[in-house]
Each structure stands twice: as C-alpha cells, then as structure tokens.
C-alpha cells in the first residue's frame, strides 16, 4: 500500500497544481486582477493632490485600494471598513503613549503586545493585522511627526480604499452563483463516476488495476468544503451588487442539493472504506460472500446512473431511478436470501446495500416522495 499512497498524494499534489492554475486563469480572478491594477493606479496618482500634510505620505493610497480589493463588493466593503477600523484602533494606541510616557525601549513593545491582543477580541475581521501595525509604524516611523504621519497614514489609506470601491462599484463583478451551481452539478457527476469506479472494482480481479476511487474518497470531504466556501461566496456576491439586482433571474437553491450531496458523499466513503478494506485485506477486512459482486456491481452502477441525473424530472432520469429502484431490490433480496443461508449478516455487500439504498432516497427530487424501494 505504500506505493499506492505515493501514487495517490502525486495525484494529489497534481490536481491541486492544475486546479490552482485552472482559478489564477478564471474570467472573474482576472477582472479583480485588471481592477486592482486599474484600482492602485489611480489611488497613486490622487495621492499627492491630497490637501495638507497628508500628501506627504502618498504611499499609503496604494497601500488602501489594494486592501479592499476582494471579488465580491461585500467583501470589499467589509475589508476596507476593518481595515480603517484597525488603522485607527492602531493609532489610537500609539497616541496614547505618545501623550504620556513617549516612545521608549518599553513602551514600544508593550504597545505592540497590547495590540495584538486587541486584534484578537474579533472586532476587526481581516484589519486586525492593521492593529499592531499602524502601532508600530506610528511610534517608530513617525518619530517627531506622529500627528502628521498618523493623519496621513490613517487618511492616505482611506483614500485608497475608497477609490478601491468606486472601482469596484462601478465595474461590478458578475456574481458567482452560476458558477457555485456549475460547481455542485460537477460534483454530482464526480459522486456517480466515483460509484461506476467501486461498482468496477468490486467485479473486476482483484487486486484492481485501477485504484485512484479509494485514494479519491479521503478527498470527498475537503471537495465538500471547498464547494461550501464557494457556496457562500456566491451568496455574499450578490448582496448589494447592481448586475444581481438588476436581473430577475432566481438563483436555484444550490444549498440543498449540496446538502444531499454532503450526505451522499459519507455514503460513498463508507462505502469506499468497505470495499477497499476487503480488497486489499486490511485489518478491517470482512470477506465478501461469492454471490453478492454481480448484484453489487449492479446496483452501484444503476444507483450512479440515477445519481448522475440529479433532480431532472425527463422520461430518461425517471427510467434511470427506476432501474436503480430495481437492482437495489435485487440486491437486497439477495443479501436476505445469503443471510438466512450461510447465517451471517455482517459484510460489505450489506453495508453497501444499506449505503446504496440512502444514496437513492437522497438523490432523488424532493418533491418525489421516499418510499421503500
């Protein structure tokens, strides 16, 4: 099994590389690469025109439009307000100690400790990293200067994070739920190939050939997440955004159906578990009755064909249920049939008909009800 892990972690390591250059070249990363550029530019040449001491300190504008940059106007709008936030909670610290004890070999640390700890309680989202900073910055670099170095930080800043949302504002980012949905649907399709390749494995000579389905099912959970996270930022995308209002179209409620596919997923894992374990002999292993891999594959095969279908409601998806409806009672009368003869229950063919049976009742519409199949 060592070579298969090696294999498997390259496999790994190979998806996440092509999935990381897949996101850096997407539509919507590269909008949010021309905006912050676009962002940044005119944060650098407003800067110096600023009135009084504050164009002084032009970097920081920069500095600001980049910190509010985020793919949704939410999260744009949160960065660049928490980021302020911690700026000012920074300064604010750092113009206590100058009104008192001043800037020492003491104070200075302690600040910056007491800072840290501020940017702890939660209050400021991503500008807690600012809270200690700005402190920092205020009693080393300002020296002197802290009055105007603090207002032109704190300003400059400001600045930059407001052209940052102007830019953002008015070349607003499309919103993400049809990609969160494209997202879910593959994942769906993923789930049934997944099932064909256990459905395979279980009739072909073992040990299988191809082994990546159970290097693959340690991997069903982080999927999970992943499309999580991209459920919620789609959701966040639309808040306040002018291309989602300006639409009537109804997001689908995604959030169901991968709801259903979490709990599919276990299922598959389990299932995955089982099947493997036996396999490859491993310490778990349970011997899988002779009688059962033709029914098993079966079923696994049809229960994928009705998962791959989703919710659609076509002649094709119901025949498809319905054969899946089939073989699973198959499959099951078959295990009643081995447990009353042999006298043993305990297997993967029942774990596996027990699995397969919930993957059908969560696979199918919800308006279709979830009688005994």
Not at 184 to 201: E, K, N, Q, Y
Not at 250 to 271: F, G, S
Request: charged content about 20%; hydrophobic content about 50%.
């Amino acid at each position: 099994m060592t070579d298969t892990a090696s294999r498997g972690r390259v496999r790994a390591h190979a998806s996440a590389i092509r999935r990381a250059a897949r996101q850096a070249t997407e539509p919507a990363r590269l909008l949010l690469v021309a905006k912050t550029a676009l962002a940044v530019g005119l944060a650098w040449w407003v800067a110096p025109h600023m009135p009084g001491v504050v164009d002084d300190y032009p970097y920081y504008a920069p500095l600001g439009a980049l910190i509010s940059m985020y793919p949704t106007l939410m999260g744009s709008v949160r960065s660049g307000l928490q980021t302020i936030l911690g700026l000012a909670a920074g300064i604010g610290l750092a113009t206590l100690v100058i009104l008192t004890v001043g800037p020492n070999w003491w104070t200075i640390p302690v600040v910056v400790g007491l800072a840290v700890l501020i940017s702890g309680t939660g209050w400021f989202g991503s500008g807690r990293e600012y809270v200690p900073m700005a402190a920092l910055f205020v009693l080393i670099i300002g020296g002197q200067n802290a009055d105007d170095y603090s207002l032109g930080y704190l300003v400059q800043t400001a600045v930059g994070v407001t052209i940052g949302l102007l830019v953002n504002v008015l070349i607003a980012p499309a919103p993400l739920t049809a990609q969160a949905a494209a997202r879910v649907d593959a994942f769906r399709a993923h789930l049934a190939t997944h099932l064909h390749d256990i459905g395979d494995a279980i009739s072909a000579s073992w040990p299988p050939e191809r082994d990546q389905w159970a290097d693959d099912a340690a991997s069903l959970a982080d999927t999970t997440r992943e499309i999580r996270t991209a459920l919620a930022d789609a959701d966040d995308s639309r808040r306040g955004n002018p291309r989602a209002l300006l639409t009537r179209a109804r997001p689908r409620d995604v959030w169901a159906e991968m709801d259903a596919l979490d709990a599919i997923a276990h299922h598959i894992r389990d299932i995955s578990d089982a099947v493997a374990d036996t396999i490859w002999e491993r310490p778990a292993a349970i011997e899988l009755d002779p009688v059962l891999p033709d029914p098993l594959t079966a079923a696994c095969h049809a229960v994928a064909d009705a998962l791959a279908f989703g919710a659609d409601d076509t002649s094709e998806a119901h025949l498809a249920r319905g054969q899946a409806a089939r073989a699973l009672r198959h499959l099951l009368e078959t295990v009643d049939d081995r447990t009353i003869e042999v006298h043993r229950s305990m297997g993967p063919g029942v774990l596996t008909a027990m699995h397969l049976r919930r993957i059908l009742i969560l696979a199918r519409p919800a308006r279709e009800s979830a009688e005994e199949t």
